[in-house]
């Protein structure tokens, strides 16, 4: 059995994601991402994940551009809220996935990372990275995630 086969998600995700409520300001979105050098941020409220994101988990990339562009080019990102800008019904994994089939949603629907769920709680989110550092070898190259 390969490393992809056996490995799960569990084993490779980011555990405890930085999140954003439906109420915070596209600011406060905007400086979490730049703060902490990071692209995800899934959506949460009274610590329940609400199947939605911030714009960075998106299905479409140039989707996710535009959106960004936008918010950057806003004059008053403090009065726009993430519940405005949010996408919704985002695909998601389970810790006891393997991460052969979390890189296939990925590659299949576009996406550059997947929440993780357990029992409807986040509890973490893996990215393509995670997935390429896991096991390149036997994906071939990180190119195949694409």
Do not use: Y
Request: positive net charge.
């Amino acid at each position: 059995m390969n490393t992809m086969q056996s490995l799960s998600v569990g084993r490779r995700m980011h555990f405890m994601p930085r999140t954003v409520e439906p109420s915070d300001s596209v600011a406060h979105a905007r400086a979490l991402l730049e703060e902490c050098g990071i692209k995800h941020l899934p959506v949460i409220m009274a610590g329940r994940w609400l199947e939605s994101s911030v714009p960075e988990i998106c299905k479409r990339a140039d989707r996710r551009r535009d959106v960004m562009c936008a918010i950057r080019r806003l004059r008053h990102p403090d009065r726009i809220t993430v519940r405005e800008v949010m996408t919704s019904r985002v695909d998601t994994a389970n810790p006891s996935d393997t991460l052969r089939r979390a890189a296939e949603l990925m590659r299949r629907k576009h996406l550059d990372a997947l929440p993780v769920l357990e029992r409807g709680h986040l509890v973490g989110i893996i990215t393509r990275s995670d997935i390429g550092h896991a096991a390149p070898r036997s994906i071939g190259t990180r190119q195949n995630l694409s």
